[in-house]
């Protein structure tokens, strides 16, 4: 699993790339890399998880898997007033959303490398988002929803995004057993973007 963009340590060589992209009426760049997850170019799941998200200006806010960090960098866009703190197991994602977050002018950034929701645990959010890592098996997704739903404060939201063709129904099934809920915000080019809000705190 060494060259998996959910591995600590991607094996390939690296050959930065950057990228240039509009989300939520700004223009943004991002520098890439091999080994981590859409090195391309923002792919249309996380596109759509980004204009759909729904951030207020004093969150802060839970990126799981952040990869580069485009999901991460809009939400502390849009939180001003919060924090996003972004989180991922391979270390050189992290490295690039830390430059990604330099690179586009925030400053109210905290990126961590870890493996789920352990580098934050005893923190709680207003939000979490995530485009997450399916092909890391079904047992990692359900690991990660428990956590997350640990990490929100009561009314805490969280927002993900899944290609129906991939099991998006079962994960958003999944969510609703540990959030009691999970409502289905959009839906696009084979990608589904859930909510599921925090309703108790036990």
Not at 128 to 135: G, K
Not at 154 to 182: C, H, I, K, N, S
């Amino acid at each position: 699993m060494s060259n998996h963009y959910f591995s600590p340590r991607p094996q390939v060589g690296s050959r930065p790339k950057q990228i240039r992209v509009r989300m939520r009426g700004r223009e943004w760049t991002f520098l890439s890399d091999r080994g981590v997850f859409a090195r391309s170019g923002v792919d249309g799941g996380t596109r759509l998880l980004v204009e759909t998200m729904r951030i207020a200006s004093a969150d802060h806010v839970l990126d799981i898997g952040c990869g580069y960090g485009p999901v991460g960098l809009v939400a502390a866009w849009l939180a001003p007033d919060g924090q996003a703190v972004l989180v991922d197991v391979n270390e050189r994602a992290v490295m690039l959303a830390a430059q990604n977050a330099r690179l586009n002018g925030l400053v109210n950034v905290e990126v961590l490398q870890g493996d789920g929701c352990g580098p934050v645990a005893g923190r709680f959010f207003d939000a979490a988002v995530t485009n997450p890592p399916i092909r890391a098996g079904k047992a990692t997704l359900r690991r990660l929803v428990r956590e997350i739903w640990q990490q929100l404060r009561p009314g805490g939201r969280f927002y993900f995004v899944a290609r129906t063709a991939q099991g998006a129904r079962t994960l958003a099934r999944d969510v609703t057993e540990v959030f009691g809920g999970a409502r289905e915000l959009e839906r696009e080019s084979g990608y589904r973007v859930y909510e599921a809000i925090k309703e108790r705190d036990s």
